[in-house]
């Protein structure tokens, strides 16, 4: 059973920067892709980024140059670093893990958070 607790979400005026935080239990933490979504009212569920653990990172076109993720494997946390935010990065941002089925005979596992509010003010 792996558990996620997501942080640092808040209300930040556009331009601003927030950092947030996703940690993690277990001690599969390095064997698991990380990644931050996020769903605003009345909208299907977006990837944001997520990093392999070996650290490859991919981001959505909206985000590419504002947004930064990163992981310490030794810390069993995930960040996602957000710069120069615009309303439209409103949303419920949810940290999500994945730890890939390497063989047919393993399944794979997908944990999700609770979700943190982030809020973007014109």
């Known amino acids: 059973q792996v558990q996620l607790v997501e942080s640092g979400g808040g209300l930040v005026q556009s331009g601003g920067s927030l950092r947030l935080s996703c940690a993690a239990s277990?001690?599969?933490?390095?064997?698991?892709?990380m990644a931050w979504y996020r769903q605003a009212p009345g909208e299907e569920r977006e990837l944001v980024a997520s990093i392999t653990g070996r650290g490859s990172t991919q981001y959505s076109d909206s985000v590419k140059g504002r947004f930064t993720i990163s992981r310490d494997n030794a810390k069993n946390t995930a960040w996602l670093r957000m710069n120069n935010l615009k309303p439209e990065d409103t949303a419920v941002y949810y940290c999500?893990?994945?730890?890939?089925?390497?063989?047919?005979?393993?399944?794979?596992?997908?944990?999700w958070g609770q979700g943190t509010q982030v809020t973007v003010s014109s």
């Open positions: 277990g001690s599969i933490f390095g064997l698991m892709v």
């Open positions: 999500h893990a994945r730890k890939p089925a390497y063989t047919v005979e393993q399944t794979e596992d997908n944990y």
